[in-house]
């Protein structure tokens, strides 16, 4: 499917940069852009070229905003139709689908997405979602040691980096609910590894983002006969699973790298090249996509789905043709079907003759709020 990415803040900037930069030639991405009132941080992005970035919010001097969410609402009622005008160069409506990838505890772009939302919805009759970063509960924390010290800070002058990280996320969340088809959080707390800190993991974090969107929204959009699925996924079954009343979905995948058949000869001999692959072994393909199937679903998820459960779920699962074995992916499916107890479950095949390794996306949506949207949520009950 086409999709057309909205980088908001400088958190959706940087994973729009990200995407330009591992998937820019991938024909999914039909249209990207980056908006932001920071000058500094569209400054920094190496990809998306000049004609892609924009700059708005005069009254912001060309800085961030600090983390004032009222000033970025401001801002986007302001300046939703101009965003939405930017876009026009890229030919958005021949878009399926619009991404926008926001950090929900910023300023700008958590204050401009509900507004853009809303205007997007308004011009073009194509779903729009939104991937939103949750802050870690350290950001919203006070920091132990001086910035410019090093050392332990008295505590009485200890102060949090963002103090209202968590407020501007809930709120923010509650907003988009109302605007967007459906809501991809992705939970940065989770996908911290023991002793390291945001800025430590935000390049390795944004990759994992850009991946998850790339492999949820490119899938059956191949280019020639031998990348033509068997079970087609397309815009309307991705919207199907997904929901359109601001569901919260998560996004599991998995990947198993695999050995690509050897050419083999019509006599068995090995002395006449031959354009067909060798079969593989059924009970391997059999195997790895069962795996990687059960890997999806049960590894970690952009965000924790409860007891693995969810009202809808879409399984896709793609790779070399030779190993993808029919039969696997309907009893995966069978499986997936118990382990979320979703009454509808969609699946299909993504064929890429190019590719060394099989891989499953396990969506996810109307699940139970997971522990860490309601600590959100809560900090402005």
Request: aromatic share 4%.
């Amino acid at each position: 499917m086409r999709i057309h990415v909205i980088g908001l803040g400088g958190a959706g900037g940087r994973i729009a940069d990200r995407l330009a930069t591992d998937h820019g030639d991938n024909r999914f991405l039909q249209g990207i852009n980056a908006f932001d009132t920071d000058a500094a941080a569209l400054g920094e992005l190496r990809s998306l070229d000049e004609s892609r970035r924009y700059r708005f919010g005069d009254a912001a001097d060309g800085d961030g905003l600090a983390g004032d969410l009222h000033a970025g609402r401001r801002l986007g009622g302001a300046h939703a139709s101009e965003l939405g005008r930017v876009m026009d160069d890229e030919n958005p409506s021949t878009s399926e689908a619009f991404v926008l990838v926001v950090g929900l505890g910023g300023g700008a772009g958590a204050g401009v997405s509900p507004a853009l939302a809303e205007e997007v919805s308004r011009l073009y009759d194509a779903p729009v979602y939104a991937v939103g970063l949750l802050p870690t509960p350290a950001e919203s924390a006070a920091s132990e040691v001086d910035p410019v010290r090093g050392s332990a800070t008295d505590p009485a002058e200890r102060k949090p980096d963002r103090p209202l990280a968590e407020k501007n996320a809930a709120r923010t969340l509650d907003a988009l609910s109302d605007h967007c088809a459906a809501l991809f959080p992705f939970d940065n707390d989770a996908w911290l590894r023991t002793g390291e800190t945001l800025l430590d993991a935000r390049d390795r974090l944004n990759g994992v983002v850009a991946d998850r969107i790339a492999a949820l929204f490119a899938a059956g959009d191949g280019t020639d006969a031998a990348s033509t699925p068997q079970q087609v996924v397309d815009a309307s079954d991705v919207a199907r699973a997904a929901g359109d009343d601001g569901a919260i979905a998560a996004v599991g995948h998995a990947t198993q790298a695999v050995d690509p058949p050897e050419s083999g000869s019509r006599f068995g001999l090995g002395l006449f090249g031959s354009s067909e692959p060798a079969a593989v072994d059924t009970s391997a393909a059999v195997s790895v996509v069962e795996t990687t199937i059960r890997k999806a679903t049960r590894g970690k998820s952009t965000l924790e789905v409860p007891e693995g459960r969810a009202d809808r779920t879409l399984l896709i699962v793609g790779g070399p043709p030779a190993w993808l074995n029919r039969q696997a992916i309907a009893d995966g499916r069978r499986w997936l079907a118990e382990e979320t107890g979703s009454d509808a479950v969609l699946s299909g095949d993504a064929p890429d003759p190019d590719a060394e390794a099989v891989y499953a996306v396990v969506l996810r949506s109307g699940i139970d709020e997971p522990a860490r949207l309601r600590e959100i949520r809560e900090s402005i009950s």
